[in-house]
């Protein structure tokens, strides 16, 4: 789904008061995209997490190696995903189809239910579409890569047995990290990859995945 209304919304809020409590448009709303830009987090913080930077570079390298067994003990029973259910032509003509003959229910189901996949789905369906070549390829280059925590606005996507797994979310960090796929020029704004981590007991586990725009 494009999120190029949702980035430029959330942008100009981090302007005006460097936070992010915009109204949610219905249609695409906030749970849809990252916070904010990653061309803009380094000038928007000095925030540094060695134990995060260091399970990133981990995650990255497994990644790499195309390690599943290990990718899943680094990740949340779930991946909240909102590109997942329709990432191809075949789950875009069916979720059409969904939202047709669901006209007052479609949404909710989307977000609230459809966008957590199961890991071992996640790995075996949206893997190759979610870490293809461009993102292996910049994954460890911090010319390409912002993170930041995410706000506190958005911590309720993260409710979820599949994730926290019980945890206190006011007590731990989320992070989302930016990985620029496409870089900004004349002809386009560019596009991010952003994966998200939430912190346990066993250090940060992959959780969550979305682009911008």
Not at 71 to 86: E, F, G
Not at 149 to 159: A, K, M
Request: hydrophobic share 35%.
């Amino acid at each position: 789904m494009p999120h190029s209304k949702i980035s430029i919304i959330y942008f100009l809020a981090l302007l005006v008061s460097c936070s992010s409590n915009g109204n949610v448009n219905k249609e695409k709303p906030q749970t849809n995209a990252p916070l904010v830009d990653s061309s803009i987090i380094k000038k928007q913080s000095d925030f540094q997490d060695k134990e995060f930077e260091d399970a990133w570079k981990v995650f990255a390298k497994t990644v790499l190696v195309k390690d599943f067994k290990t990718i899943k003990y680094l990740s949340a029973k779930c991946i909240y995903c909102t590109d997942c259910p329709t990432n191809t032509s075949k789950e875009d003509s069916l979720f059409a189809i969904f939202r047709k003959n669901n006209p007052n229910s479609w949404y909710d189901k989307l977000y609230e239910e459809f966008s957590y996949i199961p890991i071992d789905r996640f790995l075996k369906e949206d893997f190759s579409i979610t870490f293809e070549p461009v993102v292996e390829s910049r994954m460890l280059d911090n010319s390409k890569t912002r993170y930041h925590i995410v706000d506190t606005i958005n911590l309720h996507l993260f409710d979820k047995k599949c994730i926290t797994q019980g945890s206190n979310l006011k007590n731990i960090k989320i992070i989302e990290i930016f990985v620029k796929v496409v870089d900004f020029s004349e002809e386009t704004e560019g596009m991010s990859k952003t994966f998200i981590f939430i912190q346990t007991k066993d250090g940060y586990k992959f959780c969550g995945y979305s682009t911008i725009p």
